[in-house]
Each structure stands twice: as structure tokens, then as C-alpha cells.
């Protein structure tokens, strides 16, 4: 329907009429999201959330658990943008994703989803590593009732789980007796003994590290690598996700079922789907 309507070019009576049908509608239409809310898909990761229409909302919308936000320090601000051409001083971190994580954590008391499972925000540095985490630990001291938090030997959950990625100082985090984020692990991580309060999730390039992209049957090599990846890190108690994956379907069905915990997309609506037909099929 479109709510521009030009009233002067139509007779009183008919502008009247229209009025009156759209307020019944408005009163009668059920508000689907409201009633019915999206099933919350934990495997579900928004890559680059923030290029879509609504970043952060566009996902929550469409059931994801974890989203993907890149940052730069920008006199003083942390911005949000893929490129440092793109910044605009009103996408801050805080605006676009801590904030409105606050008002749903508050609205659902304790969750980002009614009754929901654990949420990820990924943080990926784009700026100098050391000066962006000194920029961002006093902010997110602001937002502590909604963070996990870290110590070297403990993870005390909470509704939002901050992980930092990029040019992330890994150094000067695993050093805090105290912290309100993990790190981004590699793959190279899988060689030493893995610490799931330092670095819970592993990622790494697809295409970098597999020569197989979904077109035909895996192959047993690629199988085995996978599944070895998998069972390493979650033995360890983190979780793995692969970005730089053609978005195909029949890919993703071969990491769904080879365990990997989260699946990147740029299409919201493509991977919903998919994800809710395999979860009917459980």
C-alpha cells in the first residue's frame, strides 16, 4: 500500500473512506513479529551485518545468533563501516549494535531473544589494534550487565558474547586478569592447546585452505580435514566458522553436517530458510 497518498486530488468523501479503511486495518492486521517471533538459529551468522538496511535489527529479524560488525577509530569513535572511505559519524558502535542490544537484553529480561540461546556480536578491528581496544574497554565497562565475562580460566555467560576479531591485540587481552571479550581464533591455534576463554570461536578463509566449493560430492581428503578441524575445537570447547564460502546451498549443507557451529551469509532470508528446513528435518 502506499501511504503517499495525495488527498487534494481525490473528493473529500473518497480521502475520508481511505483514511477510515486504512485505521481498521492497521487496528485488525495482526502483527505477525510480534505474535510470532523468529525462531532463534544459533548456527546463523550475519556477515558484514552492517551493509544491510537495518544492521543488527535486519538479523534479529530473521533469527541469527551471531553478527559480524567491523570498526575503525576514527578521532576518537568507534565506527562501523567495511571501508574507511565509508565512515559516518553517526555509525557508532554504540548506535548501531550495543545499544540496541541493551534495550532488547532489557525488554526480554536477560536475553536477546525471549527465552534465547546465547548471542555472538564479532568485532572486527580495521584500526590499529592497541589504540582501538583502549578506545573500546571503557565502553563496554557501560554495557557489563548484558556481557559475558572472560578470565583466563572462566567464562561466566550472559546474553551478549563479545569476540573480538581483525587487528585485535590478542596479546594484551589473554594478559587481563578481567575482560568482557574473547579473541578470534585460526586455525594455526589448532596446533597448541586451545583455551576457550581466550580465543572461543576458530576462524578462518575457505577458500584459502579448501580447494572444494560445493559443486559435486566432497571430496574424502576435504572431509577429513574438515571433520578433524571440528572435533579438535570443540573438544577444546570452542566453536568454528568459515568465512569467504560461495553461497551455496549445497555447501552449506555439507558444513552443516560436518558440525561447524556457525555459517556465514549475506543473503538473511536465503540462509534462514535453509536453516529452518534442516532443523524440521531433526
Same mark, same amino acid.
Given at each position: 500500500? %502506499?501511504?503517499?497518498?495525495?488527498?487534494?486530488?481525490?473528493?473529500?468523501?473518497?480521502a475520508l473512506m481511505a483514511g477510515m479503511a486504512f485505521a481498521a486495518l492497521c487496528v485488525t492486521a495482526p502483527l505477525t513479529w510480534a505474535q510470532a517471533p523468529p525462531v532463534?538459529?544459533?548456527? $546463523?551468522? $550475519?556477515?558484514?551485518?552492517?551493509?544491510?538496511?537495518?544492521? &543488527?535489527? %535486519?538479523?534479529?529479524?530473521?533469527? #541469527?545468533?551471531?553478527?559480524?560488525?567491523?570498526i575503525y577509530l576514527v578521532d576518537g569513535q568507534l565506527l562501523v563501516a567495511h571501508d574507511l572511505k565509508d565512515v559516518r559519524p553517526e555509525?557508532? *558502535? /554504540? $548506535?548501531?549494535?550495543l545499544e540496541p542490544l541493551r534495550e532488547r537484553t532489557a525488554a526480554n529480561r536477560g536475553s536477546v531473544y525471549p527465552n534465547g540461546p546465547r548471542f555472538l556480536l564479532l568485532i572486527d578491528f580495521k584500526?590499529?589494534?592497541? @589504540?582501538?581496544? $583502549?578506545?573500546?574497554?571503557?565502553?563496554? @565497562?557501560?554495557?557489563? %550487565?548484558?556481557?559475558?565475562?572472560?578470565?583466563?580460566?572462566?567464562?561466566?555467560?550472559k546474553a551478549?558474547? *563479545?569476540?573480538?576479531?581483525?587487528?585485535?591485540p590478542r596479546e594484551i587481552v589473554a594478559a587481563e586478569a578481567t575482560r568482557f571479550v574473547g579473541i578470534d581464533g585460526r586455525l594455526t591455534d589448532l596446533q597448541f592447546p586451545?583455551?576457550?576463554? *581466550?580465543?572461543?570461536?576458530?576462524? %578462518?578463509?575457505?577458500?584459502?585452505? #579448501?580447494?572444494?566449493?560445493?559443486?559435486?560430492?566432497?571430496?574424502?581428503?576435504?572431509? /577429513?580435514?574438515? @571433520?578433524h578441524i571440528v572435533s579438535t575445537a570443540h573438544a577444546a570447547g570452542c566453536i568454528v566458522r568459515f568465512w569467504g564460502i560461495p553461497?551455496?546451498?549445497?555447501?552449506w549443507e555439507a558444513l552443516y553436517n560436518s558440525g561447524v557451529? &556457525?555459517?556465514?551469509?549475506?543473503?538473511?532470508? /536465503?540462509?534462514? /530458510? #535453509?536453516?529452518l528446513a534442516k532443523e524440521k528435518m531433526q
Open positions: 500500500m %502506499d501511504h503517499h497518498i495525495v488527498y487534494h486530488s481525490i473528493r473529500p468523501w473518497r532463534p538459529l544459533l548456527r $546463523a551468522h $550475519a556477515h558484514n551485518d552492517y551493509v544491510h538496511d537495518r544492521p &543488527l535489527l %535486519d538479523a534479529l529479524d530473521h533469527g #541469527f545468533c551471531s553478527v559480524e560488525a567491523d555509525r557508532t *558502535l /554504540q $548506535a548501531l549494535y584500526s590499529e589494534g592497541v @589504540e582501538t581496544y $583502549a578506545e573500546l574497554k571503557p565502553i563496554l @565497562e557501560r554495557y557489563k %550487565d548484558m556481557l559475558t565475562t572472560f578470565s583466563p580460566k572462566a567464562t561466566e555467560e551478549v558474547t *563479545l569476540i573480538l576479531s581483525g587487528n585485535s586451545l583455551n576457550p576463554h *581466550l580465543t572461543p570461536l576458530i576462524s %578462518d578463509v575457505w577458500k584459502g585452505n #579448501f580447494n572444494w566449493f560445493g559443486s559435486g560430492p566432497m571430496p574424502e581428503d576435504v572431509k /577429513q580435514r574438515l @571433520e553461497p551455496r546451498e549445497d555447501l557451529d &556457525l555459517i556465514n551469509a549475506d543473503n538473511l532470508e /536465503q540462509l534462514q /530458510q #535453509f536453516l
